[in-house]
Structure formats: structure tokens, C-alpha cells
């Protein structure tokens, strides 16, 4: 049996490199996409000298795991205050960013639906996840039902931000 040298090959090794940014292991080189949560983000890294920006809610920059570790250590309002989301769970989880960006709706933020501050509800179901949408979702139902929520523009908020039906419920 023949074996064969996989470092040769140029098309091997991009299979290589996308292979690593994908398995558990993370190197200093794996490239991670981090896409902006709010508008105007800059960054430039203090060892590397490599300028980032995100203009736009959305934009996306690609980042070393190097570059993301540094961030984090000595800048870490981009991730504390939610304006960078790195795109990799294993980064999320290496970094602790997990803790940050799970968020769950507790009482308080019940109450909120319950008013008429429909911003200030939009920009709480924004920052959920699709887990603690689905998490909350029987939640609004019972609301509804009860004659809690009644204000037809938070219902029809609730509706487009949750992918359900509630005005039968009305």
C-alpha cells in the first residue's frame, strides 16, 4: 500500500485548515467568523496590528482564535456588552462567552411584554437565541390566552419575532 503525503497538496491543506476550524481543537491560526450585533465596531489587535471594523448590525470579519482570545482578555466590553458575537460554539465555550450570551427571560422581563414599550420588547427578542425563543413561546400563549397581553402592536411583535400564530388567542 502506497502512502500518501497530504502536506504536498495545496487543495489538502485547505481541507486541513477547514477540518481544524470545525473539530474541538482550536490553534492560535483557526479562523473564526464574528459578526457584529450593533453598528460602528472597531478593533485593532495590539500584537498582531490587524485592523477590524463592522459598519453595519450583521457585518461579518474574519478573526484568528489568537486575535478572539486577545480581545476578550483585554477588551472584553466587545463581548460583555453583546457587540461582537463570534460565529463558532467551540470559541463560545472556550471563551466563556456562552454564560454572556445565554439569556434566558426571567419575571421582570415577563412584565415587559405585558406593557407597551414595543422598542424596548423588540430589542429583549432580538438578543434571545432560537432556544430560549421556543423556551418562551408557551409563555406568550398563556399570556395571550389570559388576557395579558393585549395590545395588538406587542401581539403582532411577539408574533413576527416568535414565528406564531396569537391573535386567534385574542
Same mark, same amino acid.
Given at each position: 500500500?502506497?502512502?500518501?503525503?497530504?502536506? %504536498?497538496?495545496?487543495?489538502?491543506?485547505? /481541507?486541513?485548515?477547514?477540518?481544524? =476550524?470545525?473539530?474541538?481543537?482550536?490553534?492560535?491560526?483557526?479562523?473564526?467568523?464574528?459578526?457584529?450585533?450593533?453598528?460602528?465596531?472597531?478593533?485593532?489587535?495590539?500584537?498582531?496590528?490587524?485592523?477590524?471594523?463592522?459598519?453595519?448590525?450583521?457585518?461579518?470579519?474574519?478573526?484568528?482564535?489568537?486575535? %478572539?482570545?486577545?480581545?476578550?482578555?483585554?477588551?472584553?466590553?466587545?463581548?460583555?456588552?453583546?457587540?461582537?458575537?463570534?460565529?463558532?460554539?467551540?470559541?463560545?465555550?472556550?471563551?466563556?462567552?456562552?454564560?454572556?450570551? =445565554?439569556?434566558?427571560?426571567?419575571?421582570?422581563?415577563?412584565?415587559?411584554?405585558?406593557?407597551?414599550?414595543?422598542?424596548?420588547?423588540?430589542?429583549?427578542?432580538?438578543?434571545?437565541?432560537?432556544?430560549?425563543?421556543?423556551?418562551?413561546?408557551?409563555?406568550? /400563549?398563556?399570556?395571550?390566552?389570559?388576557?395579558?397581553?393585549?395590545?395588538?402592536?406587542?401581539?403582532?411583535?411577539?408574533?413576527?419575532?416568535?414565528?406564531?400564530?396569537?391573535?386567534?388567542?385574542?
Amino acid at each position: 500500500m502506497a502512502q500518501e503525503n497530504k502536506n %504536498l497538496s495545496p487543495e489538502n491543506e485547505a /481541507v486541513t485548515q477547514t477540518a481544524s =476550524a470545525t473539530s474541538n481543537v482550536l490553534n492560535d491560526d483557526t479562523r473564526i467568523v464574528v459578526e457584529a450585533r450593533v453598528p460602528a465596531v472597531y478593533y485593532t489587535c495590539p500584537v498582531t496590528f490587524e485592523t477590524f471594523s463592522w459598519l453595519e448590525v450583521g457585518d461579518t470579519q474574519e478573526m484568528t482564535f489568537k486575535q %478572539l482570545r486577545i480581545m476578550n482578555t483585554k477588551h472584553p466590553r466587545y463581548f460583555t456588552e453583546k457587540w461582537l458575537l463570534p460565529n463558532n460554539e467551540v470559541v463560545m465555550k472556550k471563551l466563556h462567552l456562552d454564560k454572556i450570551y =445565554a439569556t434566558k427571560v426571567n419575571r421582570s422581563d415577563m412584565k415587559r411584554f405585558c406593557g407597551d414599550d414595543i422598542k424596548d420588547v423588540n430589542e429583549l427578542l432580538s438578543g434571545l437565541d432560537s432556544n430560549a425563543k421556543t423556551e418562551l413561546t408557551p409563555k406568550i /400563549v398563556k399570556y395571550v390566552k389570559d388576557g395579558k397581553i393585549a395590545n395588538v402592536k406587542m401581539i403582532r411583535l411577539l408574533e413576527k419575532q416568535l414565528n406564531i400564530e396569537l391573535m386567534q388567542y385574542v
